[in-house]
């Protein structure tokens, strides 16, 4: 067989050799194999749980591919609230016709993604839909994860929890996925050595609980960047970010890129960086821990929390290089849909 069939996802012998052939070859462990309607799960805190759905298009694409997107999006969203994921579930819904070969592919990133993010895809489902009614591959995500012990001394980080006076913090260069994605789907020649920065950082996170401890807040910038990611944390905790411009780390190409297409880097979409708010004393050694592990080289701290000025539910500014102040709206619409 070299496309997927519709009798696939119907339950009986063909589903069966789909999962025994394709996803357990890849997925296997000994909670998944017990075949299951659902998964039992041993946890020793409380939980952190998140799910997200993956629609990018290219399926594939520099630095990643649907597959890897779905695992490390899903991994970080419960870091973020300073846990330690454990567990996925896996929810594919496939297009009558589609490779198998790409599934094939697809499917074994995401078993390469998911041991190196140390968890488990322990649940799943598999659907196949008419030629048309989807568009090639759409698959769902769902994670769990434990909360990490220092969380209970001072709290999970969460959007509502910026303070007056924290420093904010970036994991790395801003841009790079929503512009990879844009060239490739476009057929942009001028936009080149680029690539996604997909990753799962939940191993920088929990180092950063652990070595740091009072994280206010941490959020992963994805649709709508940076500049949209921290008007929604502004809002959450009525305050005011303001954003050093000469501080910002973009890649050369990415800038050239995004200037071309007339596009602000602070509004495309990342998949393997975080923002994080840490009380000002704590902010070199955030820093430290950043630029210690592989997907936080070129952390850098980009501002600051300030008083929100009378009558404002949450406000993000930029202070310029020349020493201005811009007003930094939330994004409105969708530049580049199904970037993730």
């Not at 920065?197 to 807040?217: K, P």
């Not at 960086?273 to 850098?300: I, R, T, Y």
Request: one cysteine or more; charged letters at 20%.
């Amino acid at each position: 067989m070299d496309a997927i069939l519709l009798d696939a996802g119907s339950g009986g012998r063909a589903s069966m050799r789909l999962i025994h052939e394709l996803f357990f070859k890849y997925f296997e462990n000994d909670i998944l194999v017990k075949m299951d309607d659902a998964a039992y799960l041993e946890m020793k805190s409380p939980l952190a749980m998140s799910t997200d759905s993956y629609t990018v298009s290219p399926l594939f694409f520099r630095g990643g591919n649907i597959g890897t997107l779905a695992v490390h999006g899903t991994v970080n969203d419960v870091s973020m609230l300073g846990a330690r994921p454990k567990y996925l579930s896996c929810g594919f819904i496939i297009e009558e016709g589609f490779s198998l070969q790409d599934l094939e592919k697809i499917v074994q990133s995401m078993a390469e993604a998911a041991k190196e993010a140390g968890v488990k895809i322990v649940t799943g489902d598999t659907k196949v839909v008419t030629k048309g009614a989807c568009d090639k591959i759409f698959i769902n995500t769902t994670g769990i994860g434990e909360i990490i012990p220092p969380v209970c001394a001072y709290g999970s980080p969460s959007g509502a929890n910026a303070k007056n006076g924290d420093v904010i913090l970036i994991s790395g260069t801003m841009g790079d996925h929503g512009l990879t994605v844009m060239a490739e789907r476009e057929n942009l020649s001028f936009v080149s050595d680029i690539q996604s920065d997909s990753a799962a950082l939940n191993h920088m996170i929990e180092r950063l609980m652990l070595e740091v401890g009072e994280v206010h807040v941490l959020r992963d910038p994805t649709r709508g960047g940076v500049a949209t990611t921290l008007n929604e944390i502004a809002e959450q905790s009525k305050v005011r970010c303001i954003l050093y411009e000469d501080s910002l780390p973009v890649h050369e190409n990415v800038r050239a890129g995004a200037s071309v297409l007339g596009i602000d880097p602070l509004y495309l979409a990342n998949e393997g960086k975080l923002l994080c708010f840490v009380p000002k004393d704590k902010a070199g050694q955030a820093l430290a821990v950043m630029k210690s592990d592989k997907n936080g080289k070129e952390a850098a701290i980009i501002g600051e929390v300030a008083e929100l000025p009378a009558g404002k539910s949450g406000q993000v500014v930029l202070q310029t290089k020349m020493g201005g102040m811009r007003l930094l709206n939330m994004l409105e619409g969708a530049p580049l849909p199904r970037i993730c």
